[in-house]
């Protein structure tokens, strides 16, 4: 099949962007995205054009690492699928494809497709863990957790950090990504002690970022790949609200 | 060289703790003293990064991914092996260690997978209280599957994304420290070099992937985390950005690198679809606890399978494996499947593949259950294939996976340059010639989490390391020789793509050192490389310039180096007269074509010693004795 990309191109994360037209010919509907890409990067550099960069590794779902706008969609028109998983056959031969980078204010761009999704890993760092050092855990079995909640908190925990809910959103909010996180660790026993506190430092941290406010657009449930539900916000917000209430009773313990 | 393993002495059972006990330790105030450069994020790094922080060290990690999530272990599906019997099935710690040791074909050390089987039931508490979701049962309790190579249920799992969740933790413990201060974290960086002084490891060499700028990191000690190399097969289950460069660049400054030539075939993966094709997609092992493997009985039966009737199939592997069937080790089951695709029987496009069938379980448990088990399995294969397994049998094939060979180390995971140790994949032991199912999430982590944050105290503690800086003419030496190297790239201006040669080296690997290997094929290959690596170097073309973001740039660096071991591999899988796990040689079967092993002359861990380009390797052997479990043939009937 034949298809006409036009991608964003942009030398350096000073430098002005543009979209470009590249005429894709001959290619398999059983490819997937990536590997089509991959394919114009050849014939790019056999002409001695520079090929596209764009971020990828395990191509299978898995590492988020992939994040292309596609038609002005995260990670293109599949529900909950990942761009390394998304196939040709998936369109249609002669479609004209737009191809941009994840476009928000706490997401820079580095080179072309590829932008720097690290405020992501602070808002982890604020407290998106359970302190338990290497070495001073009891017998697994000595923690009962009934099924639905392990499987709740599972739905939640499958989140793969790609960026697409913040892509998504008009707001360029982290909420779902931070709410999934906060509703993993806040469902399990092992999570309580720090619930609150956790709560209060990710939200922050969002801010500090630059991440927008969630006002429940819902564009972030759309484009999850792993159909991460927006519940988990709301339990986020619900969380929050209460470590403000609570707060100097233990929460404010730690510094921030 | 001088290869010393270490092992403790007295029984096997009590060789870590006495070990534990006898070495030496750092005073607590002491230990911000020192600074460990820990070059990976994945299940090994991360998990000792943040150990060694907690400890009071001041770390420095790299990750040439945007952020320590994505590394490879994340993608690791099935579940992490820990011998709790908490299934009363007869499990201890002394079946695991025994499954390991003949799992691996006895190429692997006792000691070290005794302390790999106590450690793995201390790995699921430190897991489980860091909040990873394991299944459970309905009372809460943690749940258990069986896995290929074992007939009891000891592997624990969360649905098909257990690296994931793992890593997770092992992450979040990571950023918890980054957070705190005692890590710094250095993502979208790669390393280039060791810098070695006065014969102990002291740093590192890195490229910044963003910027370009080559830099000096100066450390009292070094681990390597960084994984496997089966990138060298070009197409293979790795995430594309794995590599081998760290390892390799290590072993060029003096560290052994053992047993080369172990690569583990994966046996459940989809199979090849085109020439286009940019990796191969690992299907759960977990999968054949309810899928039934066969093929048709005729050659050439390109019926649909639903039209072959039972009569006219065959279950190969309960065939010929009649105790452990569908579960059957990996190499057992891979090679198995290529015995039936050379016989012409192999189904779907091309002949290579065998079918992954689910209806016997479907009709006996429903396909509510089969979805709950392995729903996500199921999605994953429907859309990269286009076929729906819940109706069709999958299509399946063995696919290179994990690499057992790496560098070697010692019982305290030191490699033969005092003071860089290498941990997980990355190292060579443990699994000997085959890893079984749910080991290397295991391996992994008790490297990370328990070994090391050990025994790196003992190194520190007894080593007498001289201050030395960034400006010390050795790691400006260094430097100097990568930023020379990365520009040669750039200056070469040849025709032909970087992935172009990648490929071609993959294909000559795949065919001549990959599911089987005869001494003819080694010997094209070891003609075939060096003339491609020369190529390579004269005609390879890589764009843009060494001070951007370079895709080009990263992927030719790599390929130089795997161009480099896969003649290493071959030269390994060559002298090595025997078949096992792993490595199967034709010259070396039974007369019903299993792998036969020459205990004789080959229970020794090859340990190969860098001795200058385009010059033979020096070999050095580490006997493997084996006073436990008794050297016997594998068997699986």
């Known amino acids: 099949m034949n298809l006409v990309l036009h991608v964003w191109r942009q030398p350096g994360p000073a430098a002005k962007g543009s979209l470009v037209r590249y005429d894709v010919q001959d290619v398999s509907p059983d490819m997937s995205f990536l590997e089509m890409l991959d394919v114009l990067n050849e014939r790019l550099m056999q002409r001695g054009e520079a090929p596209i960069a764009f971020d990828h590794d395990c191509r299978e779902g898995i590492c988020g690492a992939c994040s292309l706008m596609i038609n002005g969609v995260a990670h293109g028109p599949n529900r909950g699928t990942a761009t390394c998983q998304l196939h040709l056959r998936s369109f249609r031969d002669g479609d004209h494809i737009n191809v941009e980078p994840w476009r928000a204010r706490a997401f820079p761009v580095i080179r072309d497709l590829v932008v720097n999704r690290s405020a992501l890993d602070r808002v982890i760092a604020a407290g998106g863990y359970i302190s338990a050092p290497t070495g001073c855990a009891p017998d697994g079995n000595a923690i009962l957790i009934p099924k639905d909640v392990v499987d709740t908190a599972m739905d939640a925990a499958q989140c793969i950090g790609c960026g697409a809910c913040v892509a998504a959103c008009p707001n360029g909010s982290a909420s779902l990504f931070t709410g999934a996180k906060i509703a993993h660790l806040g469902l399990l026993p092992q999570g309580q002690p720090e619930r609150l506190d956790r709560a209060r430092r990710m939200v922050r941290q969002m801010d500090i970022e630059g991440f927008g406010h969630c006002t429940l657009y819902g564009e972030c449930q759309e484009a999850c790949p792993k159909e991460i539900s927006i519940d988990t916000i709301t339990r986020m917000n619900r969380d929050f609200l209460r470590a403000s209430l609570v707060a100097g009773r233990g929460a404010t313990a730690r510094s921030d | ?637």
């Open chain 2, 1 to 637: 060289m001088e290869l010393k393993s270490g092992i403790p002495t007295g029984p096997l059972e009590l060789k870590w703790d006495k070990h534990r006990f006898e070495m030496k330790l750092v005073n607590p105030a002491n230990k911000r003293k020192y600074t460990i450069i820990v070059v990976g994020s994945g299940l090994a790094g991360a998990s000792a990064a943040a150990s060694l922080s907690e400890l009071g060290y001041n770390v420095k990690c790299f990750c040439f991914q945007d952020s320590p999530r994505r590394a490879h272990s994340i993608a690791a599906q099935g579940g992490i092996n820990a011998a709790k019997n908490y299934r009363n099935d007869g499990d201890s710690i002394y079946r695991l260690f025994y499954d390991t040791v003949k799992g691996g074909d006895f190429r692997a050390r006792e000691a070290n997978v005794y302390r790999l089987a106590q450690i793995s039931v201390e790995i699921i508490d430190q897991c489980v209280a860091q909040g990873v979701p394991f299944a459970r049962e309905y009372g809460g309790l943690l749940a258990n599957r069986s896995f290929g190579g074992a007939q009891v249920s000891r592997t624990f799992y969360a649905r098909g994304q257990t690296g994931q969740q793992l890593l997770l933790g092992a992450y979040q413990a990571l950023e918890k420290e980054i957070a705190r201060g005692g890590v710094t974290m250095y993502p979208r960086t790669e390393m280039l070099d060791l810098v070695v002084i006065d014969g102990r490891a002291r740093g590192i060499v890195t490229r910044d992937m963003v910027t370009g700028a080559i830099e000096a990191h100066v450390a009292d000690a070094i681990v390597l985390g960084t994984g496997g190399y089966g990138n060298v097969f070009y197409l293979s289950t790795n995430a594309k950005g794995s590599n081998v460069t760290a390892i390799w660049r290590a072993h060029k400054r003096g560290a052994a690198f053992a047993n080369p030539c172990y690569t583990q075939i994966h046996p459940t993966c989809i199979p090849v679809s085109g020439e286009y094709q940019s990796k191969l997609t690992l299907m759960s092992e977990s999968l054949r606890n309810d899928g039934r493997v066969w093929v048709p009985k005729q050659p050439g039966d390109s019926r649909r399978p639903d039209q072959i009737p039972e009569a006219e199939r065959d279950y190969y592997l309960e065939r010929r494996y009649p105790s452990f069937g569908n579960l059957a080790p990996r190499d057992i089951a891979s090679r198995a499947a290529k015995a039936v695709c050379d016989e012409g029987r192999g189904v779907g496009p091309g002949g290579l593949g065998v079918y992954l069938d689910f209806a016997d379980a479907i009709r006996r448990l429903g396909a509510e259950t089969i979805r709950e088990r392995y729903g996500n399995l199921f999605e994953m294969y429907q859309r990269i294939t286009d076929e729906d397994p819940y109706r069709m049998p999958m299509r399946i094939f063995p696919a290179v996976h994990y690499t057992m060979g790496g560098l070697w180390v010692d019982y305290n995971l030191m490699s033969t340059i005092p003071g860089l140790h290498v941990i997980g994949e990355a190292n060579f032991s443990d699994h000997g010639a085959n890893r079984l199912g749910a080991s290397a999430l295991m391996q992994g982590l008790a490297d990370g989490y328990f070994v090391l944050p050990n025994t790196i105290s003992d190194y520190l503690a007894s080593a007498r390391l001289e201050k030395v800086d960034a400006d010390h003419p050795e790691f400006r030496r260094v430097t100097g020789e990568a930023a020379v190297r990365t520009r040669r790239f750039l200056e070469i201006k040849g025709t032909r793509t970087v992935d172009s040669f990648h490929r071609e080296l993959g294909r000559i690997m795949w065919d001549k050192c990959g599911m089987a290997r005869n001494a003819a094929g080694l010997r094209e290959a070891l003609e075939r490389i060096p003339a491609l690596r020369e190529a390579f170097w004269r005609t390879v073309n890589v764009p843009g310039s060494d001070a951007e973001l370079n895709q080009a740039l990263e992927r030719a660096g790599r390929v130089a180096d795997f161009l480099e071991l896969g003649e290493l591999m071959c030269r390994d899988a060559l002298h090595r007269e025997e078949s096992c796990g792993g490595h199967f040689r034709e010259e070396h079967q039974t007369e019903d074509g299993e792998a036969r092993r020459n205990d004789e002359e080959f229970a020794y861990v090859a340990a190969w010693e860098y001795t200058g380009l385009e010059r033979p390797p020096q070999l050095h052997r580490e006997p493997l004795e084996f006073e436990y479990v008794h050297l016997a043939q594998r068997s699986y009937k």
